[in-house]
Structure formats: structure tokens, C-alpha cells
């Protein structure tokens, strides 16, 4: 593609990224005039997984004030991080079949989800900690995510990109040590200094994968887990998680 083409939208009103390969095609587009923002993926299926089709709907509400848009300076000169979160219900599913021809249904349920959008400067060899949870609290919906990067600000008390939604209630979080002193695959354990985090994540199911290409490495890990512990929103709302399903991914890219 041409030097001026766009991969990351960066117009917050309507926009669409678009992924496709023979094995895969997947889009994310939303729109704020028609309120919604839908996913929809096909993946061929091969020796070692099943054919999957999904598709997920959500509203997105006009009120602005349950998103979050952060801009935070990198260590490197004259460069930063653009990342803008938006915490959302959504019903749709997924569906599986030994070919992708065979799915004719998707089921319809309801869940969350919590779309994310950056744009940054990368170092010749960066690599980073990203943390997302979901959870219903006494009847609130809760959605957090913790990052730990190379790329973080040198000031991480005044610029991070740690957020926390309660019913679409916003609360910036401090930033965050996350440590996983017996590996990736045991318990990990995520604190701050202020006592508004004190999580552990304990996986389920891991999934890894290193692409190589001439002088270019990329390795990034996915992993299932539960969520434990207590977090602090910004008036002093204490909620305890328990069983609170979450996704930590870890990656390095050196150029």
C-alpha cells in the first residue's frame, strides 16, 4: 500500500480497520451518527483449530464522558502514545464447524467488551504488558485495563493509560508493577503505591506465537485468566473481584 494510506483510523466519529489474508477476514468499523460499532470475523479452519465465524453488535452512547482518550509522551524525543478506550455491551457470539461453510448460525448472547485504538512511536525493540478485565459488581458493570511498556512515560504519575469502568464511570488509575515471579503460565501479581490496586491473575489457557521476517521480529503471547483482589475508583468505591474473567497479553517487536 501507498505511503499515505492509514492502517489505525484516527477520526473517533466513523471509521473501520480491516484485516484479511486467504485464511481470515476481519473487520472492525463504528459510527457515532448510527450509534453502533460492529466486529465481524471469518477464519478458515486448519489440522490444529475449527473453521470460526462471529459477529458482535454494540450501541455507542452519545455521552462521551464514559470513554476515555489518552495522550502520553514517550521516552524518546518528540514522540507519543494516542490510545482511546471505549467500554461497551454487546450481543452477538461465535460459532464453530469443521469448515466455514457450514456455519450457518451464530448464537446471540450478551457480554462486554472494550474497543481499543493507539497510535505510537515504537523503538527499534519495545515490548509490553496489557491487562483487560470484565466483571459485574453488585449489578454494575465493571471493564479495567493495566498496561506495563518500555514505551511508558518517565512521569507515569501524570501519564499512563490505567483506566477503570464502573457503569461507564471513568477513573484514571496510577500506574501499576505487574510481575510474574515463577513465569508467564503462574500466578501474576499487579499492585500500585497508592493501595487503589491489588489484583493477582491466575491462567487459564496460553497461547503464543513468533513471527520472523529478514530483520524484523515480533513474539506476543495471549492468555486466559481470572482475576482476584480489590480496586479503588475515584470516590472511594471498593470492589472486590472474584472469578473476574480478564486477558493478559505480552509482546516483543524488535525492527
Not at 486448519?46 to 489518552?70: C, M, N, V, W, Y
Not at 468505591?237 to 497479553?249: F, P, R, T
Request: glycine residues 6%.
Amino acid at each position: 500500500m501507498g505511503p499515505r494510506r492509514r492502517f489505525i483510523p484516527v477520526n473517533t466519529s466513523a471509521a473501520a480497520c480491516i484485516s484479511f489474508a486467504k485464511t481470515r477476514y476481519i473487520k472492525v468499523n463504528w459510527n457515532r451518527k448510527r450509534a453502533k460499532s460492529v466486529l465481524s470475523f471469518t477464519v478458515r479452519g486448519d489440522k490444529f483449530r475449527p473453521a470460526s465465524k462471529g459477529k458482535f453488535i454494540s450501541h455507542i452512547s452519545p455521552d462521551k464522558q464514559s470513554e476515555l482518550l489518552t495522550i502520553c509522551p514517550a521516552p524518546i524525543h518528540q514522540r507519543c502514545s494516542a490510545t482511546w478506550f471505549v467500554p461497551m455491551n454487546i450481543t452477538g457470539g461465535i460459532a464453530t464447524a469443521k469448515h466455514r461453510r457450514q456455519i450457518k448460525e451464530l448464537p446471540q448472547t450478551k457480554g462486554q467488551a472494550l474497543m481499543l485504538v493507539n497510535r505510537t512511536y515504537l523503538r527499534f525493540h519495545s515490548s509490553s504488558e496489557l491487562m483487560v478485565g470484565f466483571f459485574e459488581y453488585e449489578g454494575k458493570k465493571i471493564t479495567f485495563t493495566f498496561s506495563s511498556t518500555s514505551q511508558a512515560a518517565l512521569d507515569g504519575d501524570r501519564y499512563n493509560e490505567n483506566m477503570l469502568s464502573v457503569d461507564g464511570d471513568i477513573t484514571a488509575m496510577p500506574p501499576v508493577c505487574i510481575t510474574h515471579p515463577f513465569g508467564i503460565q503462574k500466578k501474576w501479581i499487579v499492585q500500585d503505591t497508592e493501595s487503589m490496586v491489588d489484583l493477582s491473575f491466575m491462567p487459564v489457557s496460553c497461547s503464543s506465537r513468533t513471527l520472523n521476517i529478514i530483520v524484523m521480529r515480533n513474539a506476543y503471547t495471549t492468555i486466559y485468566g481470572n482475576f482476584e483482589g480489590v480496586l479503588l475508583t475515584k470516590n472511594g468505591e471498593k470492589i472486590v473481584l472474584k472469578n473476574c474473567s480478564g486477558i493478559v497479553k505480552k509482546s516483543m517487536l524488535r525492527l
